[in-house]
């Protein structure tokens, strides 16, 4: 099964800049729509950033847009998040996802990965 794999998050200070890196473990014989989801706590998991198999298509939370940018990486399967001008109240575990489908990525059912913590303080 295939698996996605966060790295990259840590401590950073309010208006900073941070980029997770997420790279799908296991047999992964197909391109997939690769996407990332934050969860604070004490709230819901939401929807921040998606791109599709090529690169072509991406969406963004309307919370996000002009600070985050999602790209692909070289290597198959693999996909960033730079986070840039960072909030305090944006502290949160940021999980990948994944899945064939672009929309599947979106409406967060693809395959999950453990989570990374980014912390930003002020």
């Known amino acids: 099964q295939v698996q996605p794999v966060e790295s990259g998050g840590g401590l950073v200070q309010a208006g900073g800049s941070l980029r997770l890196s997420c790279a799908a473990s296991g047999r992964t014989f197909s391109t997939y729509a690769m996407g990332w989801f934050r969860q604070a706590p004490g709230m819901e998991r939401e929807f921040v950033a998606a791109i599709n198999w090529n690169g072509g298509s991406t969406n963004y939370a309307d919370s996000v847009k002009g600070r985050f940018t999602i790209s692909r990486g070289n290597v198959k399967n693999t996909v960033y998040l730079q986070m840039n001008s960072l909030k305090p109240e944006k502290t949160a575990v940021y999980f990948c996802?994944?899945?064939?489908?672009?929309?599947?990525?979106?409406?967060?059912?693809?395959?999950w990965g453990q989570g990374t913590q980014v912390t930003v303080y002020s």
């Open positions: 996802a994944l899945d064939l489908e672009f929309l599947a990525v979106v409406r967060g059912a693809g395959s």
